[in-house]
């Protein structure tokens, strides 16, 4: 069974948007958390969003107003909103979710989200 399953990328316009879903096969309190990292083409993953088991968020400075990361604890799936797309938003995305015991960490299979025009 995939821990972690991704969905919802594609190719969209600047300006555009697109929301990216991540389903866990269980409990998403499996996990400490739950996130989205992306890389670039040429260049190194980085963290865009996370949420917490207590809900709390956070964002990279490059996407905050813009990009909105939410949960459905009863579909076991996290979301991440994306609006206002830009091309430098062009990379895979990749949905995260450390274990909530021990340090093994999860990751999705990855997602390839173009933006161009």
């Known amino acids: 069974q995939v821990p972690l399953l991704e969905s919802g990328g594609g190719l969209v316009q600047p300006g555009g948007s697109l929301r990216l879903s991540c389903t866990a096969s269980?409990?998403?309190?499996?996990?400490?958390?739950m996130g989205w990292y992306r890389q670039p083409p040429g260049k190194q993953r980085e963290l865009v969003a996370m949420?917490?088991?207590?809900?709390?968020?956070n964002y990279t400075d490059s996407v905050k107003g813009r990009f909105t990361i939410s949960r459905d604890i009863a579909k076991n799936t996290v979301y991440l909103q994306m609006n206002s797309l830009k091309p430098e938003d062009t990379a895979v995305y990749y949905c995260?979710?450390?274990?909530?015991?021990?340090?093994?960490?999860?990751w999705g299979q990855g997602t390839q989200v173009t933006v161009s025009s």
């Open positions: 949420i917490t088991n207590g809900g709390t968020t």
């Open positions: 269980g409990s998403i309190f499996s996990f400490k958390a």
């Open positions: 995260n979710a450390p274990a909530r015991f021990g340090s093994y960490v999860y």
